[in-house]
C-alpha cells in the first residue's frame, strides 16, 4: 500500500493540469493513469483552439474560466514553452438563420467581455480569408481564437508536475474505490494507494469512476466526431480559424491552421454506434469533405494525409427508472465539477476544456485545498519548462551551433517534418514509450508519409531504450507493429 | 561556402547516373544522399529484373563503383533540407550544418507511396498496415517479420511484388484488391508475381473500412459495381496506392509554376518509371 495526499485519477489535460496545480501545494500527489503515457483519451483528438469565451452563456463558470484562460494563454504557453498561434476566428454565415446566430454571439461575447469582436460584412471577410466561399454573407471576427497543439500541451504540463514532484504511474487502472475513515482506498489492477483526497479526471470513464464510491446522478453519453487532416503543403491557404455556421440543421465545419502548419478539418457528430469507439466512419469523412468544398472551394483535398475520430463526453442527469439509469432532458452544457466529501469528479468536459484545462487544474487544486485545510505552498514549485529543442524552428546559427554540439541533431529521422534524432532521442528519455508517444512529442510520422520511412529507425530506438526487441515495442493501441524476425533472416 | 558546378539531390540510380554524366563533362559535382549509402529504391529490391536479370543491390553497385571511380564529390548520410532562390542549398549531417553554392541543380529524390491514410477509408488506424514499400524495406533490410494473412490494396507493381516475396517466404496472401477491372503495374509481373502464386485477386473492389482495434483483423471489402460490401479477414494490409514523385524540396521555386532554369527534375521525382534502365538513360541526358 502507497501513502499519497491527493490521487489524481487520469493523465489528459485535466489530470495533468490538476496534478500541476496540486504540486503548488506542499502536499503528496500521485497520478493514476490506466495508459501507459499520458495524452492518449480525447485530449489527443480534438479540434485543438484556444476559445474567446463568445459561444457560452454570461455568467456561467463555463465562461469566467474561458475569457480568463484565453486572455492568460499567451503566458502559460510562454511558461511551459509550447507553441500557440493567435490566428483569430471567422464565424462564417451564409444566409439569415445563421446571420442571426452572429449577432447573437456578438453580443453575448461583448457582455462577457472578449475583446476585440467585429462583424465584417461578405467582401470584408474575403479579403481577411481569400479562400472563402463567395457566397458567404457575414462573418464574426475574433481575433483573440488561437490554436495549440494539444498534445504539446498536455506533455508539458505532466512534464512540468512531474518535476515539481508529482508522482505519475503508468498501467494502473483504478478498479475499485472505497472510503475509509482519513479518505480514500484505491485499488488498480496491481496496487493499492490510500488518498486523502480523489481528484477525478478520467475522461470519458469519469462517471463510472465516480460511481465506484457514489450513487449515480450524472452519466456520460458519448457521441462520435470525424476529422480530415491535410498536409503542410496547403500552408497558408487558410489563415483564420474558420467556423461555418450552417444554415441547415446540422454540425457545420471548423478548419484549424494548426501549430505545424496542417490544417485540421471537422469535427463532425454523429451517434457513438456508427463505428467502433475511435473509428472513423465513412460517411463522417464524406460529409467532410463535401462541407469543405461547400465553405472553401479551392480548397486542394488530394492534400489530405490522415483522418481520425474521436468521442465527445456528453454528461446528462440521470434517474433511476425500474431498476435503469435513463437520462433527463438535454446534455449539461455547464462544467460539472462535484465536490463530495473529498471525492472531486470534473464529468464530462468538453469544449473549451483544452482552453479551460490550466484554469480547471487551478480550481479543483483549490477545492482540494480546502478539503485538507489549506495546506502551504511547495516552496520549490516552478511553473517553467522546457520543451525538446525542434531543430526545425531554429535559425540557421542555432542549429548549426546545435549540431555541434550534438551530433544527433544533424541526423534527420523523419523527412516529411524535418524532426531529428537527437529529438526522438530526448522523446524517449522523457517517457515515450510507443511510436505515438514519439510522434506526440515530436511530431516525427505526422506527414505526408505517415511514418512509412520514420517508422522502422524509431521503432529500433524504442526497442533498444525498453531492452526489448523491436517486435516487443507497441503502438497505440498495445499491438507490435512487427511480429518477429524473419526466420530465414532476410529475405 | 563550398561551390560546386552542379548539385544532386539524391543518390538513387537517377542521381548516380547524373551525376556521372556531368562529371565526365568536366563539372564540379556534388552528390547529397540522406542514407548511409547510394542505391536509393534499389537496395530493398532483392528480386531480379533490373537491367535484363540482376537484383537491385547488384544493380546499383554498378552505379556505385563507376561514382567512386569518378571526380563525383558524394555525401551520405546529407539530406538536403532547402534550395534556396539564391543558387545555395542547406544541408544536414551528423558532422554539421553547412551551405554550399551552385551553378545548377539536379533533383533525383525519388518517388513516396501514396498512404491508405489519405483516403477516406473509414475504420481504426491500427497495427498491421503498411504501405508495399515499407514492408518491403522492412523484410528485406530489416529483417523484420510483418505478419501473416495479408491482404493487398491496390495492385501496382511494388503490390505484387510484395505479394510474390510473401508467397515464397510462406506466408499467406488473402488477396489484391484493385478497384480498376483489370490488374495495374508492368505484365511481366502480373505473370511472374500474380498468375506463378496463384494470388486471389478481387477486382473491381475496394477496402471501405479497416477493422480491429489493437492489431488489424480484417477490412470491409466492397464491389464497386454493385456496392456489395463483406468483411475479409487478414492480419496484415499492404498499400500499393502508387508512387508520387516527392518534390516537396522545389515547392517553394515555382514561378508560376515552372522551375528556375537551373533546376531540373530526374528519374521517379520527374515521373515514375518501370524500368531503371530507362531512369539511368534519361538522367544522362537530363545533366545539364
Ligand atoms: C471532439 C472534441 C473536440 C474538442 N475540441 C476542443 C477545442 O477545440 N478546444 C477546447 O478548448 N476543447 C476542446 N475539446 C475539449 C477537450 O478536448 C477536453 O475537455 C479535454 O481533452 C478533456 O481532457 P480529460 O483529461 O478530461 O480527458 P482524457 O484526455 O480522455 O483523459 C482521461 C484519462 O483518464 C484515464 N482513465 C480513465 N479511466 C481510468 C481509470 N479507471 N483509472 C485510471 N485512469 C483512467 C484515461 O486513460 C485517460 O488517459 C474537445 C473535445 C472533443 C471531444
Ligand atoms: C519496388 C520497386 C520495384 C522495381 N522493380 C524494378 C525492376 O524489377 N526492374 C526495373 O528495371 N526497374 C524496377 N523499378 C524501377 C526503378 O528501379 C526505379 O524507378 C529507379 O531505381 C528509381 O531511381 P531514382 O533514383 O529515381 O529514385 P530512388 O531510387 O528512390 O532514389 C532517390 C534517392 O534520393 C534520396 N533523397 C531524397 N530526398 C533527398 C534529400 N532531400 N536529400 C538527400 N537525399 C535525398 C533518397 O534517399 C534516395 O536514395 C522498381 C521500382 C520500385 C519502387
Known amino acids: 500500500m502507497e501513502y499519497t495526499d ?35 483519451g480525447i485530449s489527443r483528438a480534438n479540434t485543438a483552439i484556444v476559445y474567446t469565451g463568445c459561444d457560452t452563456k454570461p455568467g456561467t463558470l463555463k465562461t469566467e474560466l474561458c475569457v480568463r484562460a484565453n486572455r492568460d494563454f499567451g503566458r502559460l504557453c ?43 460584412g461578405p467582401g470584408e471577410a474575403r479579403t481577411m480569408e481569400p479562400g472563402l466561399s463567395r ?56 496496487n493499492t494507494y490510500a488518498a486523502r483526497v480523489v481528484v477525478n479526471c478520467a475522461g470519458l470513464r469519469a462517471d463510472a469512476v465516480r460511481e465506484l464510491t457514489e450513487r449515480p446522478t450524472v452519466r456520460i453519453f458519448p457521441t462520435a466526431a470525424d476529422y480530415l487532416v491535410l498536409d503542410d503543403t496547403v500552408s497558408g491557404f487558410v489563415k483564420h480559424i ?49 462541407l469543405c468544398a461547400q465553405v472553401v472551394p479551392g480548397l486542394p483535398l488530394e492534400e489530405t494525409i490522415r483522418s481520425f475520430a474521436s468521442l465527445r463526453p456528453n454528461p446528462y442527469a440521470v434517474r433511476e427508472e425500474q431498476g435503469q439509469w435513463v437520462r433527463e432532458g438535454r446534455s449539461i452544457s455547464s462544467f460539472t465539477v462535484l465536490e463530495e466529501n473529498g471525492l472531486i469528479s470534473l464529468i464530462g ?36 519548462r522546457r520543451g525538446i529543442v525542434r531543430a526545425h524552428d531554429l535559425s540557421e546559427a542555432d542549429r548549426a551551433a546545435l549540431i555541434r554540439r550534438c551530433p544527433d541533431y544533424g541526423q534527420i529521422v523523419c523527412r516529411c517534418r524535418d524532426v531529428t534524432l537527437g529529438e526522438i532521442k530526448e522523446a524517449i528519455r522523457r517517457g515515450a514509450v510507443t511510436l505515438e508517444g514519439v510522434k506526440r512529442r515530436t511530431g516525427a510520422g505526422m506527414g505526408r508519409c505517415q511514418g512509412g520511412r520514420c517508422m522502422e529507425p524509431i521503432l529500433e530506438l524504442l526497442a533498444e531504450a525498453q531492452g526489448v526487441p523491436p517486435w516487443r515495442v507497441t503502438g497505440d493501441g498495445g499491438a507490435a507493429m512487427v511480429r518477429g524476425e524473419l526466420r530465414h533472416g532476410r529475405v | 561556402m563550398e561551390e560546386f558546378d552542379l548539385l544532386v539531390i539524391g543518390g538513387g540510380a537517377a542521381g548516380m547516373a547524373a551525376s556521372l554524366a556531368a562529371a565526365r563533362r568536366g563539372q564540379r559535382v556534388l552528390l547529397a544522399e540522406r542514407e548511409a549509402r547510394l542505391g536509393g529504391i534499389l537496395n530493398q529490391c532483392l528480386h531480379s529484373g533490373f537491367g535484363g536479370g540482376l537484383t537491385g543491390p547488384a544493380y546499383a553497385r554498378q552505379l556505385i563503383d563507376r561514382v567512386n571511380a569518378s571526380a563525383v564529390c558524394v555525401r551520405t548520410g546529407t539530406d538536403v533540407l532547402r534550395i534556396f532562390p539564391d543558387r545555395t542549398a542547406l544541408l544536414s549531417s551528423r558532422t554539421g550544418l553547412e551551405r554550399v553554392e551552385f551553378q545548377k541543380c539536379i533533383l533525383a529524390s525519388g518517388c513516396r507511396e501514396r498512404s491508405v491514410w489519405s483516403l477516406p477509408v473509414a475504420g481504426s488506424r491500427p497495427a498491421g498496415v503498411f504501405t508495399a514499400g515499407t514492408a518491403q ?12 494473412g495479408v491482404v493487398i490494396m491496390g495492385s501496382g507493381d511494388v503490390g505484387q511484388i510484395m505479394a510474390r516475396q510473401l508467397a515464397q517466404a510462406g506466408k499467406r ?116
Open chain 2, 137 to 148: 524495406k522492412l523484410m528485406n533490410l530489416g529483417g523484420y517479420d510483418i505478419g501473416d
Open chain 1, 349 to 384: 468536459v468538453k469544449t473549451p476544456g483544452l482552453t479551460c484545462a490550466a484554469a480547471l487544474g487551478e480550481y479543483v487544486s483549490d477545492m482540494a485545498a480546502r478539503v485538507l485545510g489549506q495546506p502551504g505552498r511547495n516552496p520549490r514549485f516552478d511553473p517553467s
Open chain 1, 135 to 190: 457566397d458567404v454573407t457575414l462573418a464574426l471576427y475574433a481575433p483573440g481564437t488561437g490554436t495549440v497543439d494539444p498534445w504539446e500541451l498536455c506533455i508539458a504540463a505532466y512534464e512540468n508536475a512531474r518535476a515539481n514532484g508529482a508522482d505519475f504511474r503508468f498501467s494502473q487502472e483504478v478498479r475499485r474505490m472505497a472510503r475509509t475513515e482519513s479518505g480514500f482506498l484505491l485499488e488498480t489492477t496491481d
Open chain 1, 6 to 40: 491527493v490521487a489524481v485519477i487520469g493523465a489528459g489535460l485535466l489530470g495533468c493540469f490538476a496534478a500541476r496545480a496540486l504540486t503548488a501545494l506542499d502536499i503528496r500527489v500521485t497520478v493514476l493513469e490506466a495508459r501507459e503515457d499520458v495524452c492518449t
Open chain 1, 78 to 120: 510562454r511558461e511551459l514553452d509550447v507553441r500557440f498561434s493567435r490566428c483569430g476566428s471567422l464565424m462564417a454565415a451564409f444566409g439569415p438563420r445563421a446571420e442571426a446566430v452572429l449577432r447573437k454571439k456578438l453580443d453575448q461575447g461583448r457582455e462577457n467581455g472578449v475583446p476585440g469582436l467585429e462583424l465584417l
Open chain 2, 173 to 288: 496472401v488473402v488477396a489484391i484488391i484493385e478497384q480498376r477491372d483489370q490488374l495495374g503495374g508492368l505484365p511481366r509481373n502480373r505473370r511472374d508475381c500474380v498468375e506463378a502464386y496463384r494470388i486471389p485477386v478481387l477486382l473491381q473492389c475496394t477496402v471501405d473500412e479497416i477493422l480491429g482495434a489493437g492489431r488489424i483483423r480484417g477490412v470491409m471489402v466492397r464491389h464497386l459495381p454493385t456496392g456489395r460490401r463483406w468483411e475479409l479477414p487478414c492480419g496484415t494490409l499492404l498499400t500499393a496506392l502508387g508512387l508520387i514523385p516527392d518534390r516537396a524540396l522545389c515547392r517553394e521555386l515555382l514561378e508560376d509554376g515552372a522551375l528556375p532554369e537551373w533546376l531540373r527534375l530526374c528519374g521517379n521525382c520527374d515521373y515514375v518509371h518501370d524500368m531503371v534502365d530507362s531512369v539511368v538513360r534519361e538522367a544522362a541526358q537530363t545533366a545539364f
Open chain 1, 242 to 290: 474558420i467556423f461555418h455556421e450552417p444554415e441547415e440543421k446540422g454540425k457545420g465545419l471548423t478548419l484549424v491552421p494548426t501549430v505545424d502548419g496542417a490544417l485540421l478539418a471537422g469535427p463532425t457528430e454523429r451517434p457513438r454506434d456508427t463505428a467502433p469507439d475511435w473509428a472513423t466512419a465513412r460517411e463522417g469523412l464524406e460529409e467532410l469533405q463535401a
